[in-house]
């Protein structure tokens, strides 16, 4: 068995991984990335396409982190990887804050300057990223992503795949549904129904493109 780990993605958002988990002394021996990938990602040899995942978990690897920025799509590439054995490990920064209290599943990317307060819970492949703030009693449903710089106070819940754009801010106690998409710098002031994209100060649904 190797203790080698395995980066599924190869893009900006693995790099920030890598180094996340270089930071806490684990050596990812390979990306696996599509077939536009690059051939290394700092510095780390890019398996093309996920077939490799199979003949990497033959050899013996068993840890894996899935680095894709892409909520769905993370979630999906996860439940992959476990069911061919691989156990998701976390890339939590030393440099970020996370409040004995707080509950962390598997998966998770916790970036450089985030703070978790007490009685937190972060689900399997959520992202909380750089500088995010999730407050105390906060809820980060499954693969949902917390954009840079995002504020949230006490009590916030957000739904599975749910996505908040860098710099997004929640007053105490709002209750954010699944696949909900929220532009960067939305101030979010009420309750948000799953699947809705909003946006703005304070937040509103979003205007449809024109066909
Ligand atoms: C919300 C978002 C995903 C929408 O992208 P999109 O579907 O391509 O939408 P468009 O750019 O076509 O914009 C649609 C409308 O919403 C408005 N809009 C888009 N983003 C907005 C925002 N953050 N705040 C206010 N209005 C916004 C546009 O001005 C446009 O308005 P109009 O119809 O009056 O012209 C994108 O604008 C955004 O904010 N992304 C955040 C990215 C981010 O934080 N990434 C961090 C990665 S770590």
């Known amino acids: 068995m190797s203790d080698g780990l395995i980066v599924i993605g190869a893009s900006g958002h693995a790099k920030v991984c890598i180094e996340l988990l270089r ?4 050596h990812v021996s390979f990306c696996v990335g599509g077939a536009d990938s690059g051939d290394i990602c700092l510095g780390v040899p890019v398996l093309h396409g996920d077939e490799h995942l199979e003949a990497l ?10 680095a894709i920025g892409a909520n769905a799509l993370r979630q999906r590439l996860a439940a992959a990887v476990r069911a061919l054995g691989f156990e998701l490990v976390n890339a939590v920064s030393p440099r970020a804050m996370v ?29 909380i990223n750089t500088a995010a703030s999730v407050d105390h009693d906060g809820v980060i449903g499954e693969a949902a992503h917390i954009g840079p710089q995002c504020g949230l106070a006490g009590n ?6 749910s996505f908040l754009g ?32 909003i946006a703005g100060i304070p937040a509103k649904t979003m205007r449809k493109k024109a066909p």
Not at 57 to 66: M, S
């Open 156 to 161: 916030v819940h957000v739904g599975p795949r």
């Open 99 to 127: 409040s004995p209290s707080a509950t962390i599943g598997h998966g998770v990317a916790i970036m450089a300057g985030a703070v978790i307060n007490a009685d937190s819970s972060i689900a399997d492949l959520a992202i």
């Open 57 to 66: 978990a033959r050899q013996g690897f068993r840890r894996a982190f899935v």
């Open 166 to 197: 860098i710099g997004s801010r929640v007053i105490p106690g709002v209750s954010i549904g699944a696949d909900v998409v929220a532009g960067a710098g939305s101030v979010i002031i009420s309750n948000v129904a799953q699947n809705a994209r």
């Open 23 to 26: 930071d806490t002394g684990q």
